[in-house]
Nanobody, 123 residues
Framework: QVQLVESGGGLVQAGGSLRLSCAASGRTLSRYFMGWFRQAPGKEREFVAG????????TYADAVKGRFTISRDNAKNTVYLQMNSLKPEDTAIYYC????????????????WGQGTQVTVSS
């Protein structure tokens, strides 16, 4: 089991940027495919981005492609989500998650989750 703690959320105006971090402890992060998810009020939690164990491969939801960048630093046991050109519809709680699978963009593909960090984008 790996413990995950997100940080970096906050309030930002539309068009602005935020960088989320996810710090892991308990196990080496390089064992896991890592993902970021988000959940807006009244909506289901959805996949945002994922990064392979080595960091060489990334995948994104269509809604964030070209604006968000996921990366990882296995030496620091940390995963990042750089969010640029933010829109009000990006407002949500953002979760970091770890998967023991080779790849997953589904909620049930992940066994360990952080507590989430709130991102609010004002218009």
């Amino acid at each position: 089991q790996v413990q995950l703690v997100e940080s970096g959320g906050g309030l930002v105006q539309a068009g602005g940027s935020l960088r989320l971090s996810c710090a892991a402890s308990g196990r080496t992060l390089s064992r896991y495919f890592m993902g970021w998810f988000r959940q807006a009020p009244g909506k289901e939690r959805e996949f945002v981005a994922g990064v392979s164990r080595s960091g060489s491969s990334t995948t994104y939801a269509d809604a964030v492609k070209g604006r968000f960048t996921i990366s990882r630093d296995n030496a620091k046991n940390t995963v990042y989500l750089q969010m640029n050109s933010l829109k009000p519809e990006d407002t949500a709680i953002y979760y970091c998650a770890a998967s023991s699978l080779f790849y997953s963009d589904l909620n049930n593909g992940y066994g360990d989750w952080g507590q989430g960090t709130q991102v609010t984008v004002s218009s």
